[in-house]
């Protein structure tokens, strides 16, 4: 898992979180990696500011692992039709990819994670006050659909299009 954040023109920034199975950034060489782009929201945010400013960073998350990785660096969107069938998951081969030239690489500690109990799963809150994606989407988007439509748009949206 990553979270990749990218400059707004603006000077604010974005970010989204990026991932597949295990190994889905590929390693091109000690300088450069390659991240398959997926099915999303459909928004272009992230390619919209790398074309502006190539300036990105990249948090990266294992599960169950509690250290963590920071790359900062500089990206490039990019369609290789042989990189691409690299990174064919599922028989899905994404239409593009981002390349990141890595400027800066960090370990991080994990003690924000051990302090949260990211790991332990009789540290984690009660989820039953948290909205689901259904009720952010219908008040963020002031749907007029009926809740438990919402709510079924997007359990099949999860199930049947991640590739």
Known sequence: MVVLATRRP???????P?????GFVL???????????????????AF????????VGLYFIIPGHRDSLRISGQARIVRDTKLMRQMEVRGHVPDLAILVRVD???SHCPKAFVRAGMWEQDA????????????????HGSLPDPLADVDGIVEKDGQTRLY
Not at 18 to 22: A, I, K, N
Not at 130 to 139: D, H, I, M, N, Q
Request: aromatic content about 4%.
């Open 18 to 22: 990026r991932g597949d199975p295990s």
């Open 27 to 45: 390693i091109l060489n000690d300088r450069v990696i390659a991240l398959p782009d997926r099915l999303g929201n459909n928004r272009a945010d």
């Open 124 to 139: 984690w809150p009660d989820l039953s006050d948290v909205p689901s994606a259904g009720e952010f989407l219908k008040v």
């Open 10 to 16: 603006d000077g604010g920034v974005d970010m989204t």
């Open 104 to 106: 800066a690489l960090l």
């Open 48 to 55: 919209e500011n790398i074309l502006r400013d190539p300036g």
